[in-house]
């Protein structure tokens, strides 16, 4: 037995004991095809001065479960250099401007309430991408002291290309299109990367269903 | 503290301009990310079942565990401009050069997001003999084992079989050359191999890929347990 620390394989108990496994199949939701303007949203984060950059590390305000993953993936060799992610659309004024050029026809494509929807712009850089993880809704839920449904989607602002990828459960993604917009349901393992040679930009778009 | 960007971002970059020309012409490809009516996943030839794939895993693993320090990592040298590959390998003056600017120069890819350990030939210690006798239809052949940790990848390539010609001195015939590829563990969470527009997945330990050259690749491992794959360079026989 290895000492307690050179062991490895404390993330992979951690989701046997939670029964998650790759053999079971994930049935993957049906791709929405939205219509972006990839340029305009280019701009606004291009343009934002609220850029934040950030790489996945374990954080004071995580829930015990998230904090878990972030310390074990940080142990397994995740950093600053390959996890490193710049993103917009936490500050209000850049929220408002990406949920703008989305616009009210995806929103009713994807069936969410655009008013009360967060949308974020993420660039990853090549060599770069967010590891294996789960979402949790509840922060969101909180704000809103609301217990509707909520939905969170990954949506393709750049097209495709060599290195990019999705994994959704045991669903791996590539070859997507500009306004490609994928559900990853609360509670479901997933990571995506870039190993190629162009950025990849996507929208993660969180928000109620609208009943 | 990061460090600025070393080049502006562009979605749209001329990788193919950095490809020798000889390989463009002698091993044609179709080059386009696009293009859904591909044959790349013809590369697959068999699962190789007649190998304890298991046993090997264990050991690359052990191996890996033993040398704690990866072999094997690019970055950039940005005071004496030269892309270096481990802690003292220059890429400079290699057909793989203009290729690695790409990546480790006007990208972020570095140290701490490319390695790997890397055993070769002798250092496979009681595997190497059965490994060699797998491919009896190559000659010259080399023989390496590489053990990719989660967070780290090997950026987007077409091979230029730099260290065959290194280790073999022998003038290249590119038509002739072969990249045998087996991945010695199973699929696990992140791992990719991204076989020019094919992203290889969910495969089974001892799963054979011929990699004929000029075919744009890349691999990667998102995930949380080593992932392991052994190939071989060598010459067809006549």
């Known amino acids: 037995m290895t000492n307690i620390f050179d062991y490895q394989n404390y993330y992979h108990d951690f989701l046997s004991q939670k029964g998650i496994d790759l053999n079971n199949c994930f049935k993957l939701p049906s791709v929405i095809k939205l219509s972006l303007n990839a340029q305009k949203l280019l701009n606004i984060f291009s343009k934002s001065e609220n850029k934040q950059n950030k790489s996945y590390k374990a954080r004071p305000f995580f829930p015990q479960e998230n904090m878990f993953q972030a310390v074990c993936l940080s142990n397994l060799g995740y950093n600053d250099h390959n996890t490193f992610e710049t993103n917009i659309g936490l500050d209000l004024n850049d929220n408002l401007e990406l949920k703008s050029a989305v616009g009210v026809n995806n929103f009713r494509l994807m069936n969410l309430d655009m008013h009360s929807s967060l949308v974020r712009l993420l660039e990853y850089k090549p060599g770069t991408g967010i590891p294996l993880h789960t979402d949790s809704f509840t922060a969101f839920r909180e704000k809103y002291r609301s217990d509707r449904q909520v939905k969170r989607y990954f949506v393709a602002v750049s097209g495709w290309d060599w290195g990019h990828f999705l994994q959704i459960h045991d669903k791996v993604i590539t070859h997507w299109s500009v306004g490609d917009a994928y559900e990853i349901p609360e509670g479901v393992y997933h990571l995506s990367v870039n190993f190629g040679i162009v950025p990849k930009y996507t929208l993660t778009i969180t928000g109620f269903v609208d009943e | ?161 730099s260290s065959f010609k290194r280790r073999t001195g022998v003038e290249v015939d590119y038509t002739r050359l072969k990249r045998y590829m087996v991945f010695v563990s199973d699929w696990d969470w992140g791992h990719f191999f991204n076989w020019g527009n094919h992203c290889i997945n969910q495969w089974k330990a001892g799963d054979f890929w011929d990699l004929k050259g000029g075919v744009y690749h890349a691999s990667a491992n998102a995930g949380v347990t080593p992932k392991i794959t052994i190939h071989w360079s060598g010459e067809l026989i006549d």
């Open chain 2, 1 to 161: 503290m990061i460090e600025p960007i070393k080049c502006t971002l562009s979605s749209d970059v001329d990788v193919k301009s950095a490809i020798p020309d000889y390989i463009l012409k002698g091993t044609p490809w179709h080059w386009d990310a696009k293009k859904t009516d591909h044959k790349d996943e013809e590369a697959f030839q068999n699962n190789i079942k007649d190998v304890d794939w298991k046993a090997l895993s264990d050991w690359a693993i052990a191996k890996a565990n033993q040398v704690k320090t990866p072999h094997k990592y690019f970055w950039w040298d940005e005071e004496n401009e030269k892309v270096m590959h481990g802690p003292t390998d220059t890429m400079n003056g290699y057909p793989y050069y203009k290729q690695a600017l790409l990546s480790f120069k006007d990208n972020p890819m570095n140290q701490h997001n490319t390695q790997y350990f890397k055993f070769a030939n002798e250092d496979l210690e009681n595997w190497f003999e059965p490994m060699l006798a797998l491919f009896p239809n190559l000659k010259h052949v080399g023989i390496s084992l590489f053990v990719q940790p989660p967070g780290h990848c090997i950026p987007s390539h077409v091979d230029t079989y």
